[in-house]
T-cell receptor, first 112, second 111 residues
Framework: KQEVTQIPAALSVPEGENLVLNCSFT??????LQWFRQDPGKGLTSLLLIQSSQREQTSGRLNASLDKSSGRSTLYIAASQPGDSATYLCAGSNFGNEKLTFGTGTRLTIIP | EADIYQTPRYLVIGTGKKITLECSQT?????MYWYQQDPGMELHLIHYSYGVNSTEKGDLSSESTVSRIRTEHFPLTLESARPSHTSQYLC??????????FGSGTRLTVV
């Protein structure tokens, strides 16, 4: 069974800094890895989807990478802004099983 | 605009009442899911469906039930609500590439 871990649980950084969020998973047979953003009391907003055949995806200031051999994914946020403050969740699914397993998330605070 | 909608957004209800949480999507996705999330905790899958007339229980045991009579509609029902059911319920669907889209969620409080 896939298990997903995100460390740290919370992170505060000054505005303008670049930062990296980490996600680890136990099963290297991971098929898809998806990063989401969740604002307090809200649903999830999809940020980036990395499929099995891909190593990274980019959208604007966001870049996500996937290294199946080491069981890690990272989300890189460039030039952070206060509006980036939210909880970031990573989730993975295995081949033939599209059910996502979620990590507990990293709560990010960007300090103006 | 293609999207996924959940109603109600907030619900406060008394113990023993029957409730139905609505979820509809306009993207034509075959696969739909219900997740439960307690405050500050991770999401747990409670139900999923891979198409019409197909429903399965997820990883977390739940007293709720679901139905999938139409592709676009995936309601969740609690026959007799209890305070232990207080939580946020999130509906999602996935496309052919496995990318998920989530609704805004229903925050349920049972008093």
């Amino acid at each position: 069974k896939q298990e997903v871990t995100q460390i740290p649980a919370a992170l505060s950084v000054p505005e303008g800094e670049n930062l990296v969020l980490n996600c680890s998973f136990t099963d290297s047979a991971i098929y898809n890895l998806q990063w989401f953003r969740q604002d307090p009391g809200k649903g999830l907003t999809s940020l980036l989807l990395i499929q099995s055949s891909q190593r990274e995806q980019t959208s604007g200031r966001l870049n996500a990478s996937l290294d199946k051999s080491s069981g890690r994914s990272t989300l890189y946020i460039a030039a952070s802004q206060p509006g980036d403050s939210a909880t970031y969740l990573c989730a993975g699914s295995n081949f033939g099983n599209e059910k996502l397993t979620f990590g507990t998330g990293t709560r990010l605070t960007i300090i103006p | 605009e293609a999207d996924i909608y959940q109603t109600p957004r907030y619900l406060v209800i008394g113990t023993g009442k029957k409730i139905t949480l609505e979820c509809s999507q306009t993207m034509g996705h075959d696969k739909m899911y219900w997740y439960q999330q307690d405050p500050g905790m991770e999401l747990h899958l409670i139900h999923y469906s891979y198409g019409v007339n197909s429903t399965e229980k997820g990883d977390l045991s739940s007293e709720s039930t679901v139905s999938r009579i139409r592709t676009e509609h995936f309601p969740l029902t609690l026959e007799s609500a209890r305070p232990s059911h207080t939580s946020q319920y999130l509906c999602a669907s996935s496309d052919l590439l496995g990318g998920y889209t989530f609704g805004s969620g229903t925050r349920l409080t049972v008093v």
